[in-house]
């Protein structure tokens, strides 16, 4: 079982991440005040600290999470590298819908770090909501079956 390490929200397209220690995630908008939520396939992203780790590791680079814009980061638990697993955050459980595809803007941020994500889905999940609630830091993680 994992943690919830952080979660991260940003109110625009290109806007910088913004740490929050609590949210509510609604089934329709995601997570209450990131721009993403009402996006079909893409309403949460996890990122897996242990594979950002990794990252930052084959980059020769310590860089903040956030650089991922990546909604919530999770500890302890390896995300699935398939479509269709459920994930239970809290009171909430997610629905992963694909990986999150790195962009272009990744090497804007830090030159080489889009093809660095691509491996393993270390770049972490895009999710559905599938059941709404609040999430806080600390939270337990798991996989559903």
Known sequence: MGKIKEIAIRGKIRAPM???KAANVDIKTGIDGDIRGGTLKRQVTLLAAEAW????????????????????LVEGIKLPQTSGYRI????ILLEVTRQTDPCSRMDEQHMGLTRTLMPDWRGGVCCNVIQGGKIAIGDNVSLVT
């Open 18 to 20: 913004e740490l929050i």
């Open 53 to 72: 780790r990794a990252v930052c590791q084959d980059l020769q680079v310590e860089l903040p999470w956030t650089v991922r814009r990546a909604n919530i």
């Open 88 to 91: 239970e955050i809290g009171e």
